[in-house]
């Protein structure tokens, strides 16, 4: 049994097998479409391929946070298995589920005193998200102790760069981060914004491309001017455009750079829609030139 604990959401966009194969806990979002409301299983109640092709016949989902009752049972039973308790969550300037963890912290810690918990604010999603909890469980994995392990994950969230184009505006206006007149003009023109996580863990919009091709081929070179070392794998999570997200693999596997895709996950891919193309990684600076 590992000393602590590592806790997160579903939100970092990974497979069931992910988190039972490294003892990972996870507080699954939920989401409503269609009359159902299913929490997030890693794509197996509703495919990630079924969900998106409802998003594209004009179903609109409603996303809700994870549920203090689960913060509860997750951190419970790992105190009193002996753990510490390292939970890394969703930005905090995209969800209220982070909230939910500090206050089941606030709740136990008070009944454990001699165990710890540790609340990071990952200020990530998706693929940059996983990152810093991937790092987290390397860490934990080879012996760090969890007051290590968290000053490393606080220190480097600001250096996780997430890079996010999308094929249709209409998903961006409807959650408010595009005016109806931006989205019109912008999908006439053909225009495909390129989006990026600020120090606050919000989402902001950086640079307008035209052009599907032209986006991708803007992901690859910001992403191969802006890492920190050649030799970390690119995090590419796509909604549903599989072949655009190989599509920018190969071209950073040109330049000798590795990547890893997935998909994007239910609640994340309600807000951003089919056609979603992210590269996250270890970078400087978040914010765009």
Not at 45 to 69: M, N, W
Not at 281 to 287: A, H, I, N, T, Y
Request: aromatic fraction near 8%; glycine fraction near 10%.
């Amino acid at each position: 049994m590992y000393p602590f604990a590592l806790i997160t959401d579903s939100t970092i966009d990974e497979t069931a097998a992910y988190f039972s194969q490294n003892d990972i806990g996870c507080a699954p979002l939920a989401f409503t479409i269609d009359g159902r409301t299913i929490e997030e299983d890693c794509g197996q109640t509703v495919s990630f391929h079924q969900f998106y092709d409802l998003l594209r016949e004009g179903k609109l989902p409603v996303t809700s946070q994870a549920k203090l009752e689960t913060f509860l049972t997750l951190f419970r039973t790992a105190l009193e298995a002996g753990q510490d308790v390292l939970y890394i969550g969703f930005s905090s300037g995209l969800s209220g589920t982070f909230h939910a963890g500090c206050m089941a912290r606030d709740e136990l810690a008070p009944l454990f005193p001699a165990r710890k918990i540790i609340c990071i604010d990952s200020l990530s999603a998706t693929g940059g998200e996983y990152l810093l909890v991937d790092k987290a469980r390397e860490m934990r994995d080879s012996g760090c102790t969890i007051e290590v392990t968290a000053a490393a994950v606080e220190q480097m969230r600001l250096h996780v760069i997430h890079l996010i184009t999308v094929n249709d505006l209409g998903h961006l206006h409807r959650g408010g981060r595009l005016s109806k007149t931006s989205a019109v003009v912008g999908g006439l023109l053909g225009i495909k914004p390129v989006i990026w996580v600020d120090n606050a863990g919000k989402l902001d919009v950086g640079c307008k491309i035209r052009g599907r091709q032209k986006s991708i081929s803007y992901l690859a070179e910001r992403t191969l001017r802006e890492m920190t070392d050649r030799n970390q794998v690119v995090r590419i999570c796509h909604g549903d455009c599989l072949e655009d997200a190989r599509q920018l693999a190969a071209l950073l596997d040109a330049h000798g750079v590795r990547s890893d895709i997935r998909y994007i996950g239910t609640v994340i891919g309600s807000h951003t829609g089919p056609g979603v193309l992210t590269a996250f990684f270890f970078g400087g600076d978040r914010k765009p030139e």
